[in-house]
């Protein structure tokens, strides 16, 4: 009896362990594809603003991906006109937990993150990304921007895409 019962607990730990290894590995894919995505982002110059542009809408999808080009078409055309050289460097990347909404009734859950319909995807992940780029323009003094961002990648079949772009402050 004794030997039962501790095959059962040895097994309920070993499929805990299993999964939450699961979700840690998922949580890592999903800020690496954060972190790759800002990359590109940080770091568009006038020589690879087209290129890096396809990238970053293929990358998209949902309401971000709709407006993509609406919404960037004057960055797109600022990068060209000033010319510019721009290196960044992403500095951190988190999974984004909301745990401090004071409204919530006890026992309740806090809201979850704008998300797609679960017809286009199983899961949206909220992440946050801080980075560092500096840009030159043609003939101008370097200038240091800062990017807090917080970005929703969502699993659209077994690829996590980004379907949330905001700027923090």
Do not use: C
Request: no cysteine; net charge negative.
């Amino acid at each position: 009896m004794i030997a039962l019962l501790a095959a059962v607990a040895v097994a309920i730990i070993w499929w805990g362990h299993r999964n939450a290894d699961a979700e840690r590995s998922y949580q890592a894919r999903v800020m690496a594809r954060a972190a790759e995505w800002t990359g590109v982002l940080i770091n568009m110059n006038s020589d690879n603003v087209e290129a890096s542009l396809e990238r970053l809408r293929d990358g998209t999808v949902g309401e971000l991906n709709t407006g993509f080009d609406a919404s960037i078409a004057p960055y797109r055309d600022v990068v060209k006109t000033l010319k510019s050289s721009t290196t960044g460097q992403v500095e951190s990347v988190s999974i984004e937990a909301i745990h401090n909404n004071l409204n919530i009734a006890a026992g309740q859950r806090p809201p979850s993150p704008p998300t797609l319909p679960p017809e286009l995807s199983s899961r949206t992940d909220t992440v946050i990304v801080v980075a560092t780029s500096v840009s030159e323009n043609a003939g101008g003094k370097p200038t240091t921007v800062r990017w807090n961002l917080r970005l929703g990648v969502s699993d659209v079949d077994g690829k996590q895409m980004i379907s949330l772009l905001e700027s923090l402050k």
